[in-house]
């Protein structure tokens, strides 16, 4: 539970990007937008979205980024059609790992060993 409240969420619906703090278990509401969206795209049945935005919250309901942290556990789900907030078809965990611009940075995943950078 989050003293706050729920988490900071970024919902995509097709083409359309909302920013919203999340009740516990519910849908929320809809919160300024903070991020600009540089692609928005389908292949081969997978979406995927690029977006941009500042590292600190527009609101105290956005969340902020700390830049000394090099990675965040988030959650993502997907929804089973439409945007009403229901159960999930889809959903897990993950960590986003932040890598500086420009800087060579070796990474292994799996057992595959490479740079990115």
């Known amino acids: ?8 969420a970024i919902v995509v619906a097709g083409e359309s990007v909302e920013e919203r703090k999340l009740d516990q ?31 600190q919250g527009l609101t105290e309901e956005h969340f902020t980024f700390d830049p000394t942290q090099t990675a965040l556990d988030i959650i993502a789900a997907r929804g089973c059609g439409g945007m009403e907030f229901a159960q999930h078809c889809g959903h897990g965990t993950a960590t986003l790992s ?16 490479g740079t990115v950078g």
């Open 25 to 55: 278990h519910g849908p929320g509401h809809v919160i300024g937008a903070s991020v600009q969206v540089v692609s928005n795209e389908v292949v081969d049945g997978n979406r995927t979205v690029v977006l941009t935005r500042d590292l």
């Open 1 to 8: 539970q989050c003293a706050e409240g729920g988490p900071y």
């Open 98 to 113: 932040f890598l500086h611009k420009n800087t060579a940075t070796s990474v292994c995943r799996a057992g595959i060993q």
